[in-house]
């Protein structure tokens, strides 16, 4: 067993730029390298993608960050443990199957998936979904659809357009431990909680137990810190005036040197920008966590409240501390569902009196459409779009541009294009000196959260050799 591991956060998000991965893979010593590429919504649409096109359905960029990145993962003999499978981690695993052995390059590929719950309402009784927090209005139709005869999730059923697109669950560490003792030298996953990405490598390589609840906590930290790629770095955490960050369009991301006891030094590769210190470690640690002292992944419930963070070099962080109890009895569930249309006009006015002109454009649309939509919002933007209750000062009224923003929600595509049409229309039919339109129509997916049995979902692997 090893008592040191590096490993690298390469992506943070699915649109994440592909050089800071690159230059982790080159020159960042690395054993492991993560890309962690999912949020709540993302999978949901790549769920439409699947539906639409059952080759598709995993990340949108796989191809280039995988032809960009494997002679680097070849030549340093780096695994690459990434969640770009999305809803569809087998076609995932095939196409990078097929890319290493365009590049003449010998690789296992490991897919994990399992995480999809596709199962008729015979099999998934009401009473096995658990609600946390307030209970949406597009919860209760989803509970009604579970009563429903025919339901199945996703439905593959053509002619039919039901509410439902995606429930997935957050999976922990235990396909990816199995594709690890596989010797998969590059594992894709569907939805995995983002710490196990970065946990999974940890038990493997120190042996932990997996029931060792104080280290996995101890590991959940530091997954959670380094989950989001730039953001440890600097990169959300920047502000120019009170929080400059140097040389951002360098932006380095981060790596781990994390040791067999729980503890790791975080740090970046040298010359890259960006900056790692106490205050960018804070704000990390403290990202997306409602209770510090029971932080709930599906692998452990983690006490933050015993982390010690030490600034012992320039851009290099000792993580210690932390721990956690027994792991949930549930997965978190994330569903997708088909939300409403949403229908958008935007159009530009400047020079003299460009508010009052654009404030007379919005109040005709919403003369001309509120008879038809239920919810009609006017953005004047720069004005008034972040908050929406300030309106200009007799001072402010005197600016010489105004982007106004009409948008409505509606539950038909033909509808929503409406909005458009009508802002499109006050080119001719005033007010005067309008320009610039643009309009769109989106379906919008909303996603809400349940807690499902963990008995439901059982991990699947599918390994691939080029």
Sequence with gaps: MKNKIRIGC???????????????????????????CLAERTIALAQKRKMADPSKGYDPLLERRIETLL??????????????????????????????QKQG???????????????????????????????YEALKLIKNELNNEKLLIPNRTANRSQLLISMNA????????????ADAQIIITGRVADPSLFLAPMIHEFGWKT???????????????????GHITGGYFADPIMKPVENMENMGHPFADVFDD????????????GVINLQTAKEQLLYEVINPSEYYTPDVVTDFTSVKLEEIDKNKIRITGGGGKIKPETYKVS??????WLGEGEISYAGPAAFERAKLAGEIIEKRLQAQFEEIKIDYIGVNST????????????????????AAKTQSQADAALVGEEVEALYTNGPAGGGGVRKYVNEVIGITSVLVDRSKFLPQISVFES
């Design 71 to 100: 002679p680097h993962l070849v030549k340093n003999n780096i695994r690459l443990i990434t969640n770009m499978g999305a809803a569809n981690p087998i076609e995932g695993a095939k196409r990078i199957k097929e890319i290493a």
């Design 105 to 135: 390059l010998k690789i296992k590929v490991a897919a994990v998936g399992g995480d999809e719950l596709r199962i008729r309402n015979e099999e998934l009784e009401i009473n096995d979904i658990q609600i946390f927090g307030e209970e």
């Design 211 to 229: 029931d060792d609840y104080d280290l996995l906590g101890k590991g959940t930290v530091i997954g959670h810190l380094m989950e989001c790629g």
């Design 170 to 181: 957050y999976l922990g560490v235990e396909g990816i431990l199995e594709a690890l003792q």
């Design 335 to 340: 569903i997708g569902y088909k939300a409403f």
């Design 10 to 36: 390469g992506a943070g998000f699915s649109g994440d730029r592909i050089e800071p991965a690159v230059i982790l893979a080159e020159k960042g010593e690395l054993d492991y390298l993560v890309l962690e």
């Design 387 to 406: 908050f929406d209750n300030r309106w200009p000062s007799e001072a402010e009224a005197t600016i010489s541009e105004v982007r106004l923003r009409i």
């Design 262 to 273: 729980g503890s790791a030094i975080i740090g970046k590769v040298e010359g890259t920008g």
